[in-house]
């Protein structure tokens, strides 16, 4: 049998090959992820702006500049993929958690879980990768992770 990109392509994303045994778990763990993504999002609605506000301790802005200034267009896409390159004034940033909370809610009441899971994904990937210091953490790059690869196996 030849490899085709359909047949990887199905297989990655056809929920119809789980079996049941797995469906319990996978609806366990995506429920907890919500909740976990929930947290985040709910923390820094309450800091963004002071962490990375346009009066924050290290403004999102600047930090933006400067790569910018370091980088190509595409290269500073890739260095620090985020949304805030629209705009990160502190209407985008609470745009950004209120968003992210809705999703992580949304995907806690089962409603739509593969793309609930991708906009928290994107949104908090907007935080981390504007964060600078306050980003550092091992925790922040694990929920990325488990976010990203979740993606995959939600129904």
């Not at 778990?25 to 985040?40: D, H, T």
């Not at 629209?86 to 739509?112: K, P, R």
Request: aromatic fraction near 18%.
């Amino acid at each position: 049998m030849a490899w085709r990109p359909a047949s990887a392509i199905g297989w990655l994303f056809d929920a119809p090959n789980t079996g049941p045994d797995f469906l319990i778990p996978r609806w366990l763990f995506l429920r907890a992820l919500g909740c976990i993504y929930f947290s985040a999002f709910f923390s820094l609605v309450f800091q963004i702006r002071g962490l990375i506000g346009a009066d924050g301790i290290l403004p999102a802005a600047s930090y933006l500049q400067a790569v910018s200034r370091s980088f190509g267009s595409w290269e500073r896409l890739w260095y620090a993929p985020t949304l805030l390159w629209w705009s990160s004034s502190s209407v985008m940033l609470s745009v950004l958690c209120w968003t992210g909370m809705l999703a992580s809610l949304l995907l806690v009441l089962n409603l739509w879980p593969r793309a609930m899971l991708a906009i928290a994904f994107v949104c908090f990937l907007s935080f981390v990768s504007a964060a600078q210091d306050f980003s550092g953490y091992q925790s922040d790059g694990m929920l990325l992770e488990a976010g990203f690869i979740s993606v995959f196996f939600a129904p």
